[in-house]
């Protein structure tokens, strides 16, 4: 924690930086990657960079932890597992901390010349070490909770299958090199992917376990990604998910990392409501693959959202969990739903609570589009469901999810 001197300082100078963090954060990256063009090219995601993600989810992560320090309120800690579960699935080490620290304090002092004293250059840097000692710690706690050394995380799999799940859409199980089983991952987690593209680039990407695999065996789905058509916003094409569509089937290897990510399933007997769109199914199934196999009694409600039937990836998957288990319902919306009647539990057009039981005591989670999930928690919050008990899942770097 801070000392009494620096939390004071923090909390006055909290409004500047906070207020320029979005203008340091640009020139931070840019500095580290001129000093050490390795990470950009095999560490960080370029997509993010370029659609400046990546930038706004540190200057957020940053600006709240240095608040939450400063103020009587939950642990900050709590605020970072998200991300140390993410830096522990792309093996970060505790030494690549202080090569931030040098570029990201080089960064401020640019942008806010001298008004950065050492008064204030002392006191935010206890913010720093403070947030990296913690995420160190929780990173170093995921480690050895998987059994690997610390940044150990990688191993090289096979694909034994490969299924077209929809026009974007595929699916792989994979399996080990030596036919041993792969490590249990709790449902809801990730695995990180690792390729080689053509320019010789190592890029990293997560995806969720869908639980869909053999026994022993790892299933993912990878949704491919055309460039944004927005001119307003940079969006590249995936890098990472369009490679693989493209060159991996039955028999290659792939890189992947050891399961992480913190948003599990929590046991109890509450019922739960799982509210998905598009590739955000992929953690509800593997949720449903779970909830089959352990042979819950509780009660669940599954939403889907999608563009239409024939876009919608692991639809009859989707189907048959439910089907097999006796206290699921699922209801469903298309955007085009073609020429399909409508039908009580399934709708066209947006996703619209109204019409659908949802039990005030659920615990809900949540996975899609931002806007979509402001949407849905606000409608949860609506029914009663406390936000204690809504949980999201973002993929990419995270961003705040307001209830509109």
């Known amino acids: 924690m801070l000392t009494p001197e620096s939390a004071a300082v923090v909390r006055a100078t909290l409004p500047v930086i906070g207020g320029a963090i979005g203008d340091i954060t640009p020139i931070f990256y840019r500095r580290m990657f001129a000093a050490h063009p390795e990470l950009e090219r095999d560490l960080f995601n370029r997509g993010n960079q370029a659609r400046g993600d990546q930038q706004r989810a540190l200057a957020g992560a940053i600006a709240a932890y240095a608040t939450l320090l400063v103020d009587d309120g939950p642990d900050p800690r709590a605020v970072l597992a998200r991300i140390a579960h993410k830096h522990a699935s792309l093996g970060i080490l505790p030494e690549q901390y202080p090569i931030v620290h040098e570029h990201l304090f080089a960064a401020i002092v640019e942008v806010l010349g001298d008004a950065v004293t050492p008064e204030v250059a002392a006191a935010w840097d206890e913010v720093y070490w403070d947030m990296a000692d913690a995420l160190v710690e929780i990173e170093l706690g995921l480690y050895a909770e998987a059994g690997v050394a610390p940044g150990d995380v990688w191993r090289t799999v096979y694909v034994r299958r490969r299924v077209q799940e929809s026009p974007d859409t595929i699916s792989l199980e994979l399996v080990s090199s030596d036919g041993a089983p792969l490590p249990a991952a709790r449902p809801g987690q990730y695995v990180s992917v690792a390729v080689t593209l053509p320019d010789g680039a190592r890029q990293i990407r997560q995806y969720s376990l869908t639980g869909g695999g053999s026994p022993g065996a790892w299933a993912v789905s990878v949704k491919a990604i055309l460039p944004g058509l927005d001119p307003a916003r940079v969006a590249p094409a995936g890098e990472v998910s369009n490679h693989l569509h493209d060159n991996v089937f039955e028999g ?108 005030h005591d659920a615990d809900a989670y949540l996975c899609g589009p931002a806007p979509f999930m402001a949407v849905v928690q606000s409608a949860l919050l609506g029914r009663g469901v406390t936000a204690d008990r809504i949980h999201h899942e973002v993929f990419g770097p995270g961003r705040e999810i307001v209830a509109a």
């Open 252 to 359: 290659d290897a792939l890189e992947v990392s050891t399961p992480f990510g913190e948003l599990t399933l929590v046991d109890g007997e509450n019922p739960l409501v799982l509210v998905s769109a598009g590739i955000g199914i992929t953690p509800m199934i593997g949720f449903l693959h779970h909830l089959r196999d352990v042979g819950t009694a509780r009660r669940v409600v599954v939403l889907h959202a999608d563009r239409s039937p024939a876009r919608h990836a692991h639809r009859a998957e989707l189907r048959a969990l439910v089907d097999d288990l006796p206290t699921a319902e699922l209801h469903r919306w298309y955007e085009d739903l073609g020429t399909r009647p409508v039908q009580d539990r399934l709708r066209s057009g947006y996703i619209d609570l109204d019409g659908v039981d949802v039990p």
